[in-house]
Structures are given as C-alpha cells and as structure tokens.
C-alpha cells in the first residue's frame, strides 16, 4: 500500500473517529418533549413541509430523522395509540384496546358489590367525569361512573391507572428523579399515571367534549381554542412553572401534550354544523372538512388545524431556545393515530355493525346473528359489547359461539362491507387468547378500505382499524445535534417509548412492555 493511500486511510479513519466523538459529546438530552398530533399521516408531514419550508415541521425536520413508514400498533384507537408511544407495548401488554372496550371479569358502576356474573363495558370516555350543573365538565373523574373490579376480595372502582396493565416512561422516569407532566382531551387519560397512579407530576386535562353540553369537536376552530389550553400549559412548563402558571420544579424531563385539531379538520362533515362554536363565523364556518382528493390535498378546514398546530409547535421551540434548553430536549412529533380514508370518494357510511347484522335475512333468526345482535344491544352487564368505527370489536356473551359467529360474518361478508374476520387462531397470532385474558374481543372485523360503521352525518372519517390510513402516522425525532435524514424503514411507534427512555440516559427494558413484547430502540439515532 502506498503512502499516499494509508495517509488517507488515516485521515479518513480520524474523521469517522471525530464525528463519532461529536455525536457522543452532543449526546446531552436533559429533556424530551413528546407530542402526539393526533391524526396526523406521514403523508401530511411530507405534503405539509414540502409546501411550507419556513414551518416548524420543517424546521423539526432539518435536524433530525423523519420515519416515513411508522405504524401505530392496531388497532389504532387513541388509547391504544398514546400508550403504544409512552410504554413501548400495545393491547398485548397494556390490555387496552378502545377507550370503551369490554372486560369480562369487571362489573357495572352501580353493582358496589361485584355480586353476580362478571362482564361489563369499560368506559374511560368523557362520560366518566363531574359535571357541574351547566354541564361544564369539572375536569375530574366521577368515581361513581367508574366500572367497579374485585381487588383482593374488596369491590372498588376500577380507575383508567388501574385498569393499565403495564408501566409507562412517566413513571420510569419519575422513578429515577425526573420530573414529569403530559396533557390531554380526557380526565380518563389519568392512565397516563400506569399502574402506581402517581407516574405524572403534572397532569392537564381540559374536556374536549362534554357530554349534553359544549363540544369543542364541532368546529376546528373551537378545537384549536381548547389545543391552545394545552399549549400553554406546555410553554409555562418549559419556562420552569406548572401547568397553570403557578411555581413548579422545573422544566421537566418528559412532558407532552395532544392536539385534536387535525384529526377534527379531518373528521368533520361540516365545520361548526349547529353553530355552537360562537367564535367560528369566519369563511370556514359550514365549510367541509377531509381532504379534497386520494394525494392527501387538505380542505380550508383542515388546512386550519395544520397551519394553527404548526404554529404551537413554533411557540415550543421559540420557549425552548429563550431558555437555553433546545439543544438538550428531544422533540418528538407523531400521532396516537392516523385516519381514514384520505380519498373522499372511498367514503361509505352504511350504518352500525350490529344493526347491518341485524337486517340480514336472516338477521333476526340466525343465532350466529341473534348473537351479535344482542351483543350490539347490550349496554350494561354481562352480555357483550359490539364496538366499531373503521373497525368491529365483538365480544360475545357466549364464547363457545365464536366460531360460528365468524363463520356468519364470512359468509355475509358483502352485505357486511368486511374485509377480513379475525377470530380463533388468526386473532390469537396478534392478541392474547380471549378464552384465558379477560380483555380480548373475540371477534375483529375490519372492514373493507373507507367503511365507517356509524350513521353519523358529523363524520367522513375515522380511526381504529388496522388500514394504512389508520395506522402509518407521522414520526420526526428532532434535536440541533441530529442530521436530516428520511428513514424509510418499517418502524412501529411503540419504539418511541424505547428511544426516550434511552435518550435520557435510562433503560429501555425499565419498561415491562418493552420486555416482553421485544420493543427495540428507534434506529439509526446516536442514543
């Protein structure tokens, strides 16, 4: 080998070396700033910074890696969603499947004794808070509302915390001295706590959506006003204070929010449609929400939603730099879900599951049809649940008639609009067993691409199913040390969970999901 040659190999080796170096010296993440954009696709990120480069996705983007092919483990729900990206697991681990979902060993919120046969809906939704008497939520949990559950022999209200199965990077990093505070729609995402119900130091939740009274979902506009609350609990916590302004202990070392307000640009049919929303009388008061073709062009309504969103993402990075702190924070932008469909001409709307079942021919006869039927009935007790969006959840009140049922479905599955039955052994190559864990479906339907079991007008999109639309979200882990780079690599957003805990100079494998459904690190990151 020549001089010349082994000069270069030299100095080739010395800058490989150095730029390692660098990497390891700019290793310094103090904080992690996690936000959940929700229904946000990789699809409205790419389309988004290509049309606004001057934007704080784009500028999210320039210093850090952006993972196009990110999934959100199904289904793909917003509880499912924000846990796969704070514990690293999915229903697998975390037992959670929908926001109201099933669980056959819990009982009814008046049944103060757990007497009789176990069986009841789970519901964490707005519906489980206080209410005032405007019905103005108190942004508190009614204990009274809660299902109740048998612990050690004692009848108690079974809490969003306890009901999480695994822990989450809030309470691993509290663990370990940090700390810690998220905001979200619900007083039900006090999951966020897992299950030592202490995790989040700083917990915000202002209702989105109160039941009989004001829904902000109505409108994008109203949306972004209640974003906003959020926002700034965000800001004052990056400026050392609580949520609410009052002295705190510091920025803390994971802390994040949602915003609604493009999954509502997204979702509604018509923006603002009764005219609840006061402060909407602008040009997009009863303008159409969605997007305007299969390439993801948004409406002026959603539009809105992304435009007001990239700017709060602005108002972060702008506090983080005044305080010295946007060097050593990581911030992650992605989404608890995706929706769909994006094409308005794939949209169908043909009614609710059960109800499709039940006006089969032989829908009131059939007893794979009665069952699901009665299923879909149900609303208190042992008798099953049919939950659906862009997906069925089915739990039956009588096991022994799943394979039944799925036969029925399969065979009706035009009239249905199914695509794809999951029971039995399908199911349990993805789930746990419905026979031996008590929160299973027995039955997933996913229905054929654009199908919305619902008879809403509000609505031209949804979420929950395992399309594409549903599950390939946004994902950009952002710092000034990181390189801009795309990754077109298959990732799952329960890796994010990983990378956090990683970045702060923790272990991963702290998480119980992380162990043991094998969740690895987001790759091609210095950390």
């Known amino acids: 080998m020549s001089n010349r040659r082994l000069l270069s190999l030299l100095v080739a080796a010395c800058m490989i070396f150095s730029g390692a170096a660098r990497a390891e010296n700019n290793h310094n993440i103090k904080h992690v700033l996690l936000i959940s954009v929700d229904g946000l696709h ?19 983007s320039r210093h850090g890696v952006t993972y196009s092919n990110a999934r959100t483990p199904a289904n793909s729900d917003s ?7 704070v514990t690293g697991g999915s229903p697998i681990t975390t037992g959670l499947f929908y926001d109201v979902s099933y669980d056959r060993s819990i009982f009814d919120p008046t049944n103060t004794t757990c007497s009789g046969t176990p069986g009841n809906i789970m519901v964490f939704d707005e519906s489980i808070d206080a209410y005032n008497a405007q019905n103005i939520s108190l942004d508190v949990i009614d204990p009274a509302k809660l299902p109740r559950y048998l612990n050690n022999g004692s009848c108690q209200p079974l809490w969003p915390h306890n009901a999480i199965r695994t822990n989450t990077i809030f309470e691993v990093v509290k663990a370990s001295g940090g700390h810690t505070a998220w905001a979200d729609k619900h007083p039900a995402y006090d999951w966020v706590n897992g299950p030592s119900g202490t995790g989040v130091d700083d917990l915000y939740t202002p209702e989105i959506t109160n039941v ?39 920025v803390p070392a994971v802390f994040g929010m949602n915003f609604q307000a493009v999954s509502v640009g997204q979702k509604l049919a018509k923006d603002n449609f009764d005219g609840s929303c006061v ?47 946007y060097e050593s924070t990581l911030f992650v932008v992605s989404a608890k879900h995706g929706q ?25 006869t059939n ?8 299923a879909g009935n149900c609303s208190t007790g042992s008798c099953g649940l049919v939950q659906d969006d862009d997906i069925a959840l089915i739990w039956l009140s009588d096991q022994s008639q799943t394979a039944a049922v799925a036969a029925y479905l399969n065979t009706n599955a035009n009239a249905l609009f199914i695509e794809e039955v999951m ?26 691409y654009g199908t919305i079991y619902t008879t809403s007008k509000k609505k031209i999109e949804e979420h929950g199913g395992f399309s594409f639309g549903d599950t390939n979200v946004g994902l950009i882990v952002s710092n000034p040390s990181l390189q801009q780079k795309t990754l077109k690599t298959p990732v799952a957003t329960s890796q994010v969970a990983a990378t956090i805990l990683a970045a702060l ?23």
Do not use: W
């Open 42 to 60: 990789a699809l409205d990120v790419a389309n988004y910074v290509a049309s606004h480069p001057n934007s704080a996705l784009a500028e999210l």
């Open 79 to 85: 509880f499912p969603g924000l846990m796969a990206l």
């Open 212 to 250: 009989n009274g004001t829904d902000a979902t109505v409108s994008v506009v109203c949306t972004v006003e209640n974003d906003y609350k959020k926002v700034q609990a965000i800001l004052n916590q990056i400026h050392g204070l609580k949520h609410d302004g009052t002295p705190g202990p510091g």
């Open 279 to 325: 402060q909407d009388n602008g040009v997009l008061n009863g303008q159409p929400g969605g997007y305007l073709d299969g390439a993801g062009t948004p409406s002026k309504v959603l539009n809105f939603g992304l435009e007001r969103t990239d700017q709060a993402l602005g108002k972060m990075i702008a506090a983080l730099k005044s305080e010295g702190i």
């Open 340 to 364: 769909s469909p994006i094409n308005p001409l794939k949209m169908n709307k043909p009614g609710h599951f059960a109800d499709l079942v039940a006006a089969l021919p032989d829908g009131g």
């Open 367 to 374: 007893p794979a049809a009665i069952a699901v039927v009665n």
């Open 423 to 448: 029971s039995g052994n399908e199911l349990k190559l993805k789930f746990n067993s419905p026979l031996t864990d008590s929160r299973p479906p027995d039955i997933i339907v996913q229905p054929v």
């Open 505 to 527: 100079g923790l272990d991963p494998a702290s998480l119980h999901a992380v162990q043991v459904e094998k969740t690895v690190k987001l790759p091609d990151l210095p950390f």
